[in-house]
């Protein structure tokens, strides 16, 4: 059974830092390209940072300069390190496999209830001034 969960989320002041992680279980983030999506509230479910197979790496124009995407193979775990973080951040956070077929804007919401495809159970970031 694949399944991706997600740690990390919290609250912190404005500038601080949090680093979230997505834990896979059932298949191989080496061989998988991945996302870190986030909805905030009223707002549209959308892709903020991804990687592939290739290394290659995307960020949203939102996040870039302050977040970073990586992953450890050995510990099948995906990372978003935010640094600088402003109250515009705050969201739920769902990380995601092949974003490349997700796209940028997920319509409806993050989830599977939205657009079929494997997700984990998001975790809330809040940032406050």
């Known amino acids: 059974e694949v399944q991706l969960v997600e740690s990390g989320g919290g609250s912190v002041l404005a500038g601080g830092s949090l680093k979230l992680s997505c834990t896979a279980s059932?298949?191989?983030?080496?061989?998988?390209?991945m996302g870190w999506y986030r909805q905030a509230r009223g707002n549209e479910c959308e892709l903020v940072a991804a990687?592939?197979?290739?290394?290659?790496?995307y960020y949203a124009d939102s996040v870039k300069g302050r977040f970073t995407i990586s992953q450890d193979n050995a510990k099948n775990t995906l990372y978003l390190q935010m640094n600088s973080l402003k109250p515009e951040d705050t969201a739920v956070y769902y990380c995601?496999?092949?974003?490349?077929?997700?796209?940028?804007?997920?319509?409806?919401?993050?989830?599977?209830?939205?657009?079929?495809?494997?997700w984990g159970q998001g975790t809330q970031v809040t940032v406050s001034l």
């Open positions: 995601a496999a092949d974003p490349h077929v997700l796209g940028t804007v997920v319509a409806g919401g993050c989830g599977p209830s939205y657009r079929r495809g494997y």
């Open positions: 990687t592939n197979t290739g290394g290659t790496t």
């Open positions: 059932g298949f191989t983030l080496d061989d998988s390209d």
